[in-house]
């Protein structure tokens, strides 16, 4: 049976969408694939939520054939490579939640052809390609010769200089076969490939990626409360460590971390280790220190208030988890404007790139508060206002730039 599509992308996320936008571009017949009806819908018309996929390209690519949007699959969309890319979060007790997942592998089950290349760039455990999705999907399928590879997203939303193409990739099979496939694949599209002896070694890798950031993130956190007592800013002692040009990288704190991967990754390596009866002390640590950072920040923020912030009208400049994207998953400023709340403060917020959350709305930048403070400053936000007021401000935000006001933390 000839095949429609080249390639089927289950899950058109901030991972998904740009690999098949890359993938169309690059010449192969795509299938984008997602549950979601509503974002097929806005799809289809040309309309991209991701600041990285331009409505130009989805029209372009739809136009001339190469890229299609569906919310079902069927026998006439078996493709010669199904890539999965659909979320992996934690569920309950910050257990590793791989439902998403495992409807992936059963929709590759039900309709892929024989000798079809399953790629998975969803991060999760060690031992995910082999132990879960191999299995999940032979269990359940009819297809013959089926060949399975794990080449994980290393995707930054909103980074201007490096993106899917540019940025390294790490690949490895079940099989030397399935390994060169998906190599082949990717080398069309993107410039840096490392071939990898087994796939284990790849998801270990990918889930260090992130650990490595929290738990240095989690360090200079814990030591912002040590800095306070001696009357001066963590920030300051970076700066000056980071003159060393060795042995040393910056990381700068802020009142949590969010996305996917940092506040995720970690604890899907740490599942790893028990699931070989190992802990991972430091992992868990670092996850302790984060958690609690908005509710150590609210303290901060009450001694700059005189220790009361009943009735205070308090705003947030940047709701986001990072700067210049709109993304909410696990943003920190939400676990913030909980605890500024629950010491009875009143707490409005500005972020023209959200808008607006459950049944509250952005309110633009206001000189009448007691105290501004900025958390994901998106390059659209003009500060001018709070600095010709003379507004008291905290500049929360995790890098040394310079808004207006000396870094709080």
């Excluded at 495992?102 to 590759?108: E, G």
């Excluded at 032979?138 to 540019?166: H, M, S, Y």
């Excluded at 694949?185 to 993107?190: D, P, V």
Aim: glycine share 6%.
């Amino acid at each position: 049976m000839e095949n429609k599509f080249s390639i089927t992308v289950i899950g058109l996320g901030y991972v998904g969408l740009p690999l098949a936008i890359h993938a169309a571009d690059a010449g192969f017949i795509v299938n984008g694939f997602d549950i979601n009806t509503e974002l097929i819908s806005r799809l289809k018309t040309g309309k991209s939520d991701l600041l990285n996929v331009s409505n130009q390209s989805l029209s372009k690519f739809q136009a001339s054939g190469n890229l299609v949007f569906n919310s079902k699959l069927d026998l006439d969309s078996n493709s010669e490579i199904y890539v999965i890319a659909v979320p992996t979060p934690l569920g309950v007790n910050r257990q590793p939640d791989l439902s998403m997942l495992q409807n992936a592998c059963y929709s590759v089950a039900e309709f892929a052809a024989d000798n079809s290349l399953i790629i998975t760039e969803s991060t999760s455990f060690i031992g995910t390609l082999r132990n879960f999705i191999y299995k999940t999907i032979q269990d359940n399928t009819n297809a013959k010769n089926l060949d399975f590879a794990v080449a994980p997203e290393r995707i930054d939303p909103g980074n201007k200089i490096w993106g899917l193409e540019n940025t390294p990739r790490y690949i490895s099979g079940l099989t030397s076969k399935a390994t060169d496939r998906a190599v082949n694949f990717y080398s069309k599209f993107c410039k840096s490939i490392t071939k990898v002896s087994k796939p284990e070694i790849v998801e270990a890798a990918k889930l260090l990626e992130n650990t490595f950031r929290l738990v240095n993130i989690a360090l200079v956190n814990e030591l912002t409360s040590l800095a306070h007592e001696y009357s001066f800013s963590i920030n300051e002692a970076i700066d000056l460590a980071s003159t060393k040009p060795f042995g040393f990288m910056p990381f700068y704190p802020s009142i949590g971390v969010g996305g996917h991967c940092i506040p995720v990754d970690p604890s899907y390596l740490s599942y790893s280790a028990v699931q070989v009866g190992l802990e991972l002390d430091i992992i868990e640590s670092a996850n302790t220190i984060i958690y609690n950072s908005p509710k150590k920040m609210t303290k901060l923020i009450m001694r700059e208030l005189g220790n009361n912030l009943h009735g205070k009208l308090i705003q947030l400049a940047g709701i986001a988890y990072k700067p210049n994207v709109a993304d909410l998953r696990e943003s920190p400023a939400l676990d913030l404007i909980k605890e500024l709340r629950n010491e009875g403060a009143n707490v409005i917020w500005f972020d023209p790139l959200v808008g607006s959350l459950d049944s509250e709305f952005s309110s633009p930048l206001n000189s009448k508060i007691d105290l501004g403070l900025i958390i994901s400053p998106h390059d659209i936000i003009d500060f001018s206002i709070w600095r010709e007021s003379g507004v008291k401000v905290l500049d929360l935000s995790p890098n040394k730039n310079n808004y207006g006001w000396p870094k709080f933390l």
